[in-house]
């Protein structure tokens, strides 16, 4: 059993940064994709940013340039360097993980946490 427990939300303001964290515990990923989702008061979840197990990286176009995925050596931890916040980036964002990049990027995740909520004022 795999927990994801994210870290790093809060409020801030436009062109702000956060980074936020995922940690995996229990049997962990580390042979599998691990990446970031977000659902907006009212909208579908979405991805965010996805990292294969050889770091292989992949991003929403609405993030591009502004946001990068990273994992730790143990690559049981992830994170989201969120740059340039935008009012429109408020959400809920979710760690997932899965043991294909692929079944990661559809949104067809093994593991999620459980949520950590980011707000940007305008």
């Known amino acids: 059993q795999v927990q994801l427990v994210e870290s790093g939300g809060g409020l801030v303001q436009a062109g702000g940064s956060l980074t936020l964290s995922c940690a995996a515990s229990?049997?962990?990923?580390?042979?599998?994709?691990m990446g970031w989702f977000r659902q907006a008061p009212g909208k579908e979840r979405e991805f965010v940013a996805g990292?294969?197990?050889?770091?292989?990286?992949r991003y929403a176009d609405s993030v591009k340039g502004r946001f990068t995925i990273s994992r730790d050596g143990t690559k049981n931890t992830v994170y989201l360097q969120v740059n340039s916040l935008k009012p429109e980036d408020t959400a809920v964002y979710y760690c997932?993980?899965?043991?294909?990049?692929?079944?990661?990027?559809?949104?067809?995740?093994?593991?999620w946490g459980q949520g950590t909520q980011v707000t940007v004022s305008s």
């Open positions: 997932a993980a899965a043991w294909t990049f692929t079944r990661l990027i559809d949104g067809r995740a093994d593991t």
């Open positions: 229990g049997r962990t990923f580390s042979n599998g994709a």
């Open positions: 990292i294969s197990w050889d770091s292989v990286t």
